[in-house]
Structures are given as C-alpha cells and as structure tokens.
C-alpha cells in the first residue's frame, strides 16, 4: 500500500515536471486535497445508506463528526503528498508547520468533541421539566458543569501545544516558568479570573450550591437558573430578563435557593383587621379558599394571630404550595379572596377609623396606623 502510494506521488511529480516548481507543489496538494475530499463524501454517504433508519445513536455519532472528518482526511492527505512535492527553501517547512498546528487543533477538537458527546449520551437517560425531579437536576448539572470545565482545560491545552510549536514561544514559556519575578506575576495575576471560574465550576458540579432549574433568590431578584457555563450562570427572572452572575459568585456569596432539597414552599398572606373580627370564621373561609384552589398541595394552611396592635390584629395565614411559582399565585388568590369576603360578609372587621368625643371638646379622630394599608 504505502509503495503504491509513494508510486503514484512520483508519477504525478512527473507528470507536472514541465511547471514551474510552486506551482506544480501547489496543484499537487489541491489534488490531494480534492480526492480526499472524493473518498470522504463517498464514504459517509455509504456508511448512511448502510445505517438506514436503524441506529439513531450512530447517524448522530455521524453527523456530529462529518467535519471534524473530513478535516481529519484532509490533513492526512495533505502530510503524505507534501514531501514528493518539489517546493524548495522554507516553503515546504512552513506548509508542514501549519499542517502539524491543524493537527494539533484536530486532536484538540476531537478530544472536545469525544467529551461532549459522552456528555450528550449519558443524559439521554435524564429528562428536565419534571417537578421535584432531583435526581435529573442533579446529574444534569453536574454533566453540563464538568463537561464545560473539562472542555476549557482542553481548549487552553491545545492552545498551550500549538504555541510551543514555536521556538519563540517555548522559549518564553521555558523562561517564565523559570523565573520568579514580575512577568511570572503578571501572568499568575491575568489567568486568576478564569482559574478561579474554573475551579468555582468543578465546585458547583461537585457540592451542587445550585442545580439547573433551580428557583434561586440573587440580589433580590427572584428566577431559576436555565445555565451554567464555564465562567458565568444565567437566571431566567420571573418577568423574563436573564440576570447574568459569574460561577464565583455562588462559592463566595450568600444567595436564597427556594429547590435546594425539594420544589415545595410556604407562602405567607398578612391581614390587619378590626378587634371585633371573628378569627375563627375567617380562618375556616381561608381553609376552604386553599382547598378549592388547584394550586395548594394539601399538606398545610394555617391562619394564626401574629400581632395585637393597638387598634387592629394582625392575622397571618400561612399555606404550602409545590413550587414557587404556586406559592406566589396561591398567596395572591388567598389575598383578594379573603378581602372580598371580609368586604361581603364582615364589613366591621376590616379597620376602621373612630372617633373620641370628650364632653367639651371637638371631636379627635383616631386612625389606625393601618388603616391606609389593610392588606400585605
């Protein structure tokens, strides 16, 4: 085989003998470059007509590598021609260097490509959307969060080989690396921002701080995370704006996750109300707005008396809910319910102003601190 080859190569130098150098090695390597090109479209297309219908798996496995391939092919070819053609001086040296940093980058890219699909494959097993799914979060954030570590460490390898191709480069690096003084510093000082995100991201894959999907409280904004990359996390806010905060953040801050351990929440409705209000039939009529609604998940409402103020009480009912989102809507419909039925049925119990009057004197009106605002 590799006579046949070397046979061939010397018949086509031949045969383009009569051309001026260059441009003879130029023709020789489009020529290689297009039966490449020739095999590698003749071979995916047979391999597909082979598969058929029937292995999904393999067809993506394809489809996902048809250029990396065809790159692959391409770069062979192009290494076994370039020594019979008649390029002279530095022309052929600098055409092998480039092919080898292609090289490089096609060993990188199938490293990245091998990673992501294993990624992509294991978590064909696991489906998001699914509430208090744990389990799938877990290892949904765990795989995206790695994969994108794993991913960074190869790009920045790959960067790292290609450039000690040269000796310019690699001499730098033998120096800096040697040296303890200021430019050793400077280089330690600009990689700590992506060191940092890297190492917070293998963190967060480890000890789970946050998951996909999870409802977190950050900077007084409520969302739930829809990515993790390898540098930043994006919140999707409840009115739809993406809130954009770095991996480190997460390590090195407080913030509230409302899906740590489980979807379910406790949502809280205040009322103030007058003294004469009759707890005991607001607390049923709360009750049995809870239970009529689709959105409480049946495990606990509760309204208690929280605060005695001096001229109103302070009732608070508490109710549980599967996500966040119920909890919300359910405090709001518990909310206007309660106050349309404190309006229909038992006027008296929302607050009133009284007045005082004093044989003698005008009369002084007493307000009730909360009687602009009954409701929180």
Known sequence: MLETIRGGLSDLRDLVAWIPDPVAGILMLVFAALIALAIHGTAVRLVRRLLGDRH?????????????????LLVLALFIVLPATPFEGDTEIII??????AAIGLLGWAAITAVDMTADFYLMHFRLGVDDHLVVRKHVTQVR????????????????AA?????AVRHYGVSLFASAGIAGLVAGLAARPVLSNLFAGIQIAMTQPIRIDDGVLVENEYGRIEEITSTYVVICLWDLRRLIVPLTYFIEKPFQNWTREATDLIGAVSLHVDYTA???????????????????????????????RESTLELRVIVSARTGGDAFDLR?????????????EIPSALPRVRQEVVAGTRPAAVASPQSAAPVE
């Open 145 to 160: 969060v790695l994969t994108r570590a794993v991913d960074t460490v190869l790009i920045l390898a790959t960067l790292g």
């Open 163 to 167: 450039l000690m191709t040269f000796d």
């Open 278 to 308: 009759p707890v005991e039939r607001i607390r049923q009529k709360a009750i049995e707005i809870a239970k009529a609604s689709p959105l409480w998940d049946g495990m606990l409402v509760k309204l208690q008396v929280t605060e005695a």
């Open 96 to 101: 092998a260097k480039i092919l080898v940093l």
């Open 332 to 344: 709001c419909e518990l909310r206007e319910k309660l106050v349309d039925f404190l309006q229909r």
């Open 56 to 72: 999904p798996f393999l067809r993506s496995f394809l489809s996902s590598t048809r250029g990396l391939s065809r790159l692959a």
